[in-house]
């Protein structure tokens, strides 16, 4: 049975990584999931949708909807990941990458294989397509943190962005950075070469390490 089939009924989706999300089936697309958990509407791109199925009546009573969130994408046309990131632009949202903790903050542009993506913890990041879980656009009257305009500028970097991923890390050769949010200290030190498909960063006490371009989910600068 497809899942676009089930558009309107309540579902538990098994997302990569061991995820679960629990909800109604809002709409799917060539790749792209919708799901409202009673609170927010979740954008998932169906390459890390493990597998789904029916919840039990009880836990659809238990189902609490919240009114006041509404969809960012036009009804009348297909859903798709970069339709649904560029009416994102510019909105405050969570999103979920890696390390089991969300980012909040703001897409500031949308390239080939990955996005900038500006947070006020980490600053002006880079997040690989390929490894987006899921992202929540915030309802109108919520900001990150609290935070006022002067605290979440328009225009955060001045820095111009390559078409890939790829190139956007050849780009930072001899900078300092952080891989996947720095979940370990192999993935922070600075970016000496780009060879065969591994980055080669050197880390601390001077030693390289040579890190699988295909596992790189997010970059920032410190």
Known sequence: ????????????LELSGKKFISGLLIDVGSDLVVMFNGYDYLYIPTIHCQNWKYL????IDEFIVTEGSTPIYNNNEEISLRKTLTAAKGIFTE?????????????????NNYFVFY?????????SLNHLKWLIPYTNNQRPYGLSNANLPVNPSNITFARSFEVQIEKLTGELIVF??????????KVKEIKDNFVELIGAKGDPVFINLQHIKTIHMT
């Open 1 to 12: 049975m497809k899942l676009k089939d089930n558009i309107g009924k309540y579902i538990k």
């Open 95 to 111: 999103i979920y990458v890696t390390s089991n903790q969300a980012i909040h903050g703001y897409i500031i542009s949308i390239m």
């Open 119 to 127: 947070s006020p913890i980490y600053k002006t990041m880079f997040i």
């Open 180 to 189: 996947n949010i720095g979940e370990n200290e192999n993935v922070i030190g």
């Open 56 to 59: 039990k009546e009880n836990e």
